[in-house]
Protein backbone atom coordinates (compact mmCIF):
# COMPACT_ATOMS: atom_id res chain seq x y z
CA UNK A 1 0.00 0.00 0.00
CA UNK A 2 2.77 2.41 1.06
CA UNK A 3 4.80 1.68 -2.36
CA UNK A 4 1.07 2.35 -4.43
CA UNK A 5 0.97 5.98 -2.09
CA UNK A 6 -2.14 4.70 -0.58
CA UNK A 7 -2.18 5.95 3.10
CA UNK A 8 -5.14 3.31 4.23
CA UNK A 9 -2.60 0.87 6.26
CA UNK A 10 0.03 3.65 7.38
CA UNK A 11 -1.28 3.33 11.02
CA UNK A 12 -0.54 -0.45 10.58
CA UNK A 13 2.58 -0.10 8.91
CA UNK A 14 3.95 2.02 11.90
CA UNK A 15 2.64 -0.50 14.67
CA UNK A 16 4.35 -3.06 12.42
CA UNK A 17 7.99 -0.82 12.44
CA UNK A 18 7.60 -0.10 15.94
CA UNK A 19 6.97 -3.62 17.14
CA UNK A 20 10.10 -4.66 15.52
CA UNK A 21 11.79 -2.11 16.53
CA UNK A 22 11.00 -2.42 20.60
CA UNK A 23 11.82 -6.60 20.03
CA UNK A 24 15.47 -5.26 18.59
CA UNK A 25 15.75 -3.29 21.16
CA UNK A 26 14.74 -6.10 24.06
CA UNK A 27 17.37 -8.28 22.32
CA UNK A 28 20.26 -6.21 22.31
CA UNK A 29 19.53 -5.45 25.80
CA UNK A 30 19.83 -9.22 26.49
CA UNK A 31 22.79 -9.45 24.27
CA UNK A 32 24.61 -6.22 26.05
CA UNK A 33 23.95 -6.89 29.66
CA UNK A 34 26.16 -10.42 29.14
CA UNK A 35 29.13 -9.06 27.61
CA UNK A 36 32.33 -10.26 28.89
CA UNK A 37 35.40 -7.89 28.60
CA UNK A 38 38.02 -10.43 27.51
CA UNK A 39 35.62 -11.65 24.49
CA UNK A 40 36.97 -11.88 21.27
CA UNK A 41 33.88 -12.59 19.26
CA UNK A 42 30.50 -11.60 20.33
CA UNK A 43 28.44 -14.68 20.03
CA UNK A 44 24.92 -14.43 20.50
CA UNK A 45 21.41 -16.60 19.86
CA UNK A 46 18.30 -15.11 18.93
CA UNK A 47 15.09 -16.74 18.57
CA UNK A 48 13.96 -15.05 15.59
CA UNK A 49 16.01 -15.07 12.92
CA UNK A 50 13.84 -11.81 10.99
CA UNK A 51 16.00 -9.86 13.36
CA UNK A 52 19.58 -11.41 13.35
CA UNK A 53 21.16 -8.95 10.12
CA UNK A 54 19.29 -5.50 12.98
CA UNK A 55 20.78 -6.98 16.06
CA UNK A 56 24.03 -7.92 14.33
CA UNK A 57 24.51 -4.26 13.05
CA UNK A 58 23.27 -2.37 15.94
CA UNK A 59 25.94 -4.07 18.14
CA UNK A 60 28.84 -4.04 15.50
CA UNK A 61 28.48 -0.36 15.80
CA UNK A 62 28.37 -0.31 19.66
CA UNK A 63 31.09 -2.40 20.05
CA UNK A 64 33.33 -1.52 16.56
CA UNK A 65 37.11 -2.48 17.37
CA UNK A 66 36.23 -5.62 19.01
CA UNK A 67 36.02 -9.03 17.29
CA UNK A 68 33.27 -10.29 14.62
CA UNK A 69 29.97 -9.62 15.95
CA UNK A 70 28.10 -13.67 15.58
CA UNK A 71 24.22 -13.67 15.61
CA UNK A 72 22.88 -17.13 15.13
CA UNK A 73 19.50 -18.38 14.79
CA UNK A 74 18.41 -22.18 15.12
CA UNK A 75 16.35 -23.67 12.16
CA UNK A 76 13.59 -26.16 12.45
CA UNK A 77 16.41 -28.84 10.26
CA UNK A 78 19.27 -28.97 12.80
CA UNK A 79 21.02 -25.56 10.64
CA UNK A 80 22.36 -22.11 12.60
CA UNK A 81 21.84 -19.23 10.59
CA UNK A 82 24.39 -16.76 10.88
CA UNK A 83 24.50 -12.82 10.06
CA UNK A 84 27.83 -11.60 11.16
CA UNK A 85 29.90 -8.51 11.44
CA UNK A 86 33.37 -7.47 11.52
CA UNK A 87 36.43 -6.41 9.34
CA UNK A 88 39.31 -8.59 8.56
CA UNK A 89 43.53 -8.08 8.63
CA UNK A 90 43.61 -9.14 5.21
CA UNK A 91 42.15 -7.82 1.87
CA UNK A 92 39.52 -10.39 1.51
CA UNK A 93 36.27 -8.93 2.34
CA UNK A 94 34.79 -10.51 5.37
CA UNK A 95 32.03 -12.06 2.74
CA UNK A 96 34.84 -13.88 1.18
CA UNK A 97 36.08 -15.08 4.41
CA UNK A 98 32.78 -16.63 5.22
CA UNK A 99 31.88 -18.07 2.12
CA UNK A 100 34.88 -20.10 2.29
CA UNK A 101 34.89 -21.36 5.98
CA UNK A 102 31.16 -22.08 5.54
CA UNK A 103 31.66 -24.08 2.52
CA UNK A 104 34.41 -25.69 4.81
CA UNK A 105 32.21 -26.84 7.85
CA UNK A 106 29.54 -27.82 4.85
CA UNK A 107 26.88 -25.06 4.57
CA UNK A 108 27.41 -21.59 2.50
CA UNK A 109 27.72 -18.28 3.14
CA UNK A 110 28.69 -15.14 1.66
CA UNK A 111 28.49 -11.03 1.75
CA UNK A 112 30.16 -8.00 1.58
CA UNK A 113 33.09 -6.08 3.24
CA UNK A 114 32.14 -6.29 6.44
CA UNK A 115 28.57 -7.95 6.64
CA UNK A 116 28.08 -11.34 6.13
CA UNK A 117 25.78 -14.56 6.67
CA UNK A 118 25.81 -18.18 6.40
CA UNK A 119 23.98 -21.31 7.15
CA UNK A 120 25.64 -23.93 8.44
CA UNK A 121 24.73 -27.18 10.19
CA UNK A 122 24.66 -26.39 13.96
CA UNK A 123 26.98 -29.19 14.68
CA UNK A 124 29.75 -27.32 12.84
CA UNK A 125 28.98 -23.74 14.73
CA UNK A 126 31.81 -24.20 17.35
CA UNK A 127 34.60 -25.00 14.82
CA UNK A 128 33.13 -21.98 12.46
CA UNK A 129 33.65 -19.54 15.00
CA UNK A 130 36.81 -20.48 15.87
CA UNK A 131 38.16 -20.69 12.27
CA UNK A 132 36.61 -16.96 11.95
CA UNK A 133 38.34 -15.61 14.98
CA UNK A 134 41.42 -16.89 13.96
CA UNK A 135 41.35 -15.01 10.67
CA UNK A 136 40.20 -11.56 11.59
CA UNK A 137 42.25 -11.86 14.32
Same mark, same amino acid.
Given at each position: @??????????? !????? *?? *?? &?? %??? %? @?? &?? /??????????? &?????????????? =????? !??? @????????????????? #???? &????????????????? =????????????? !??? %??? =??? /? #?? =???? !? #??????
Amino acid at each position: @ELCMKSGTGLG !RMWEI *AT *AH &RM %AVI %A @EI &RS /FLSGIKPEETA &RVYETQNPRLASDI =ADTIF !RSL @EGTGPVIISASGNDGSS #LLSI &RGTTNGDEGLGMIVSTI =ATECGGYGGGHVT !RAG %ATI =ATE /F #LP =AFIS !R #LVEVCS
